[in-house]
């Protein structure tokens, strides 16, 4: 059995950040929302509370029931989750006098406290809260303080249960990570066992208790999450996998091509549809962008259906769905607002009728990469940008036609190769161009041009929820831009987006 740690989500910011620094500690674990926690079975070997934007003096502070976990299993209070634990149990919390955010210096009340023992004495940790303990419950011994926060770590005498009032799980706190292996390893025993071999071996096993003899059909993009998904499945039930990869027309220059050679390599079966007509057609004189996603939305579906229908006992479908996309469907304030309709196959099942099959949703993008490499997916496609499922249909803004794909292929190469060959790609978490509906006047060659403007996009992230630009090289873009508009017909001016997400999303449409 799969020994883990449960968080109980009350809908910090931070709580992916603690499953990752415990998964970094090669422990599994999973976020559950507060309101539908699980009752904890053999497996769990402790419950870590998050932190949350409520207030324990909110009305509508979100309360969970902890009487299956309190004082059975090892459990720890972040922040919000700490304060809870002395509210709920006779303590207090009130307002605090300035609200505290960022450093703070940690000093140990109990030197010996299994918790913090091998901290240093005077330890930096970052702070983000407005509220403070300033009562604890009768049987609750402070084991440290800051200047400002008398109650900054407790422990509740005779349980095996803490409270932190700081965030051990944000990088800014120096020795967080070596906090939390004490509780993970030292007090809930953990055994550091969680790697991408295991994961791989365990799932394996699980997908062909599952899938037995059926077959399994998989939408294959060329991207990160469906090529490591697609290996997994062939590994575990070999042919009876079959993989489609749908050129809608929209796709990087000569991707088609080379998505479909890369996959060769990888002994998969894919059928390669080329659709580019269809979705193209259906484009036709639309402009809005909202309409165009559910446009080609709808195509992929099409598309896919029809594929299918050519296939015999097709029972499954499986999809790359990750971790950070079942997180937001779930989260404590629900899904999250929609602010672009993101493209997916999820629409499928219901028409289909296929049960779905998702490997790596409990996964991080880079424990995906983890797995892939140690699947031997070409590191091509584990290094790959992230490219969305209307590829270049949102990165054209207004209508799309063929003779737009075409100019817009030819910028988005030569961007691409030039990161590529000047070692920056890497560097970079994704790039691209953005063809604007926009004319301007230029010279070119002593005659009058009136043509159209690229904008050059490049982003740092870690998991494109939030993004910064990035600062690439005066000398790179000037060659870029001196690139496009010589090679390029059609485009006489290049500019470079120095806009960060938000306010701005890393698609322009
Ligand atoms: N051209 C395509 N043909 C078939 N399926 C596709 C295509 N593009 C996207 N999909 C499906 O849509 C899903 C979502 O796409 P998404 O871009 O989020 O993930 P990905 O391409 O697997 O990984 P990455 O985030 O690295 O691009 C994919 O996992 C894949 O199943
Ligand atoms: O598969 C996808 N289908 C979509 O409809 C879609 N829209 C945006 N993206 C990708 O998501 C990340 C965040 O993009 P935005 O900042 O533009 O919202 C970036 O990585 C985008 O490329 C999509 N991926
Ligand atoms: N980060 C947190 O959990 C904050 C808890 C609470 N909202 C406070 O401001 O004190
Ligand atoms: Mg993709």
């Known amino acids: 059995m799969q020994e883990k740690i449960l968080i109980l989500d009350f809908g910090s910011q931070y709580t992916q950040l603690i499953a990752r620094r415990v998964r970094e500690l090669n422990v599994y674990c999973e976020i559950h929302p507060y309101n539908h926690f699980p009752q904890p079975d053999e497996s ?51 307002p605090s006098a300035t609200r505290e955010y960022g450093r703070a210096i940690l000093s140990k009340v109990v030197a010996n406290n299994p918790l913090i023992a091998g901290l240093s004495d005077r330890t930096q940790v970052w702070m983000s809260h407005g509220d403070t303990i300033v009562k604890i419950p009768e049987n609750y011994r402070i084991i440290a303080s800051t200047d400002t ?35 993970v390893v030292d007090i809930c025993g953990c055994r550091q066992q969680w790697t991408p071999d295991s994961f791989i071996e365990s799932t394996v096993r699980e997908l062909r208790d599952k899938i037995k003899g059926d077959k399994v059909l998989l ?21 009876q996998l079959v993989c489609i990869f749908v050129d809608m027309g929209l796709l990087r220059k000569d991707e088609f091509e080379s998505v479909l050679k890369s996959y060769e390599s990888m002994g998969l079966n894919v059928i390669g549809v080329r659709a580019g007509d269809k ?41 790359g769905t990750i971790y950070p996309d079942v997180i937001e469907s779930i989260s404590v304030n629900g899904p999250s607002a929609t602010i672009k ?10 028409k289909m009728n296929l049960k779905i099959v998702e490997p790596l949703r409990l996964l991080f993008k880079d424990e995906v990469r983890r797995v892939g490499r140690q699947l031997n997916v070409p590191a091509d496609i584990l290094g790959r940008h992230p490219f969305p499922g209307p590829g270049l ?19 988005d190469k030569i961007f691409i190769d030039g990161l590529k060959e000047s070692g920056l790609y890497d560097q970079v978490w994704q790039a691209g161009v953005m063809l604007l509906p926009v004319q301007s006047v230029g010279v070119m060659g002593d005659e009058r041009t009136y043509e159209n403007c690229v904008a050059l996009r490049a982003v740092t992230s870690t998991d494109g929820m ?26 006489n001016r290049v500019v470079y987006d120095i806009s960060s997400k938000p306010p701005a999303t890393i698609e322009w449409e």
Request: hydrophobic share 40%.
């Open 44 to 94: 769990v070997r402790g419950v870590i509370l998050s932190g949350s934007p409520y207030s324990v003096r909110d009305a509508q502070a979100p309360q969970a029931d902890l009487s299956a976990i309190k004082g059975r299993l090892p459990m720890l209070g972040v922040c919000y989750g700490a304060q809870y634990l002395s509210q709920q149990f006779g303590g207090e919390v009130r």
């Open 149 to 183: 926060v008398p109650v900054a770590a407790f422990q509740i005498e005779g349980e095996q249960t803490w409270g932190i009032q700081f965030h051990p799980e944000v990088y800014h706190s120096t020795e967080g990570k070596q906090l939390l292996k004490h509780f």
């Open 219 to 239: 939408g294959l993009s060329g991207g990160v999450d469906s090529s490591v998904a697609a290996e997994l499945l062939h590994k575990a039930v070999g042919d």
């Open 279 to 319: 979705f193209l057609a259906d484009l036709a004189g639309v402009t809005d962008p909202e309409k165009k996603r559910k446009i080609i939305g709808r195509d992929f579906i099409e598309v896919f259906d029809a594929e299918a229908q050519k296939l015999t006992d097709v029972k499954w479908l499986a999809q």
């Open 341 to 350: 309709s993101h493209h997916n196959v999820g629409g499928l099942p219901e």
């Open 393 to 411: 249909g949102i990165r054209i803004l207004g209508e799309v036609t063929a003779e737009k794909v075409r100019i817009l292929q030819e910028a």
């Open 466 to 491: 939030t993004a910064d630009w990035v600062h690439l090289p005066y000398d790179f873009l000037a060659k870029v831009s001196n690139d496009i508009i010589n090679r390029v017909k059609g485009i």
